[in-house]
């Protein structure tokens, strides 16, 4: 029987399409209006292929949507091959309606059953380079998290570069790690690229809240590197709670690694440039878009870094 992994080339399509889309409006202020332009050309690819595809952590469940959301199926119902995905057709939102680095379109395929089915509520995340696991983790107080990671990197404290997302609620986490004379890194969106950059040592750890769908999909090509990460669910809404409780029982309260998030070693993550940053973004040239992504396998650890170009001519984006 043929591997889950062997079929992203159809997920590769739905990406690049959607990084297309996206990159038209780059610069137009309107998040919205970019995040439905990336949807709708990656559920149009992943509606007209062969496999079955299932989104089981994406923007929510709703009846009627234009985004992918929890639940829904795409593509032939009675294949044979099935997959499940983690998928954001437009991360970085904002950052692509103001033209700004590391906006990205992005999902993560693993056979069914093997992603951790949750609602499209917050998660509280920690991730690093594979050296800290067993030194590190959310149980922990920033103290210990900011003084283990530097001891086991060789570094002084001050010196660590920790990503924390610029937001409302990191109020006291950014002002804990300050008073360690580190100077986070804040970003306003793009806690995937984040998240990766940590697991391959462009900085040293991503800590703080961020979306759960952006946390699984991270997870996913963290456990094919090797890297730490931990992510537990966390609540603003009752209404979610509630939901989550019926999806994930009694483990509502767990902190999850990446191996508990993504249980298969049989997956694939692929994510494409809108805007550049870790992954350079759409280039559009005498009537072509280039496309570059990165795909990281999870039965090797393969990362591969891949460039299509498709003729705007006859591309329906």
Known sequence: MNKISE????????????????AKLRGCKDGKKADQAATE?????????????????????????PMLFIGEKLGK??????????????????????????????????????LLHAPDTYMSKLCGRKELIGHIGLTKTVEENLLATAKVLNKEVKDLKVIVMDRDRHKDLIASIESFGVSPILIGDGDVTAGLKA???????????????????TATAVRALGGFFEGQLVFYDQEFESRARKMVGNDIDKIWNADDLCTSDDTFFIASGVCSGWIPGVE??????????????????????????YNLGGLDV
């Open 41 to 65: 050309a990656m559920r149009s690819v992943l509606s007209n292929q062969e496999i079955l595809t299932t989104v089981v952590i994406g923007e929510g469940e709703r009846d009627e949507a």
């Open 77 to 114: 119902d009675d294949s044979e091959i099935k997959v499940d995905i983690a998928v954001d057709p437009l991360e970085c939102t904002n950052h692509c309606a103001f033209n700004l680095p590391d906006s990205i379109a992005v999902l993560a395929g693993a056979p069914p059953g093997s």
């Open 284 to 309: 559009f040239v005498d009537g072509k878009a280039v496309v570059t992504s990165k795909i990281i396998f999870g039965n090797t650890g393969e990362v591969k870094l891949i460039t299509n170009e």
């Open 199 to 217: 697991v391959q040592g462009e900085v040293d750890l991503l800590y703080g809240i961020g979306a759960a769908p952006e946390g699984v999909i």
């Open 7 to 22: 079929y992203y080339k159809p997920f590769l399509e739905a990406t690049e399409k959607a990084a297309i889309a996206a």
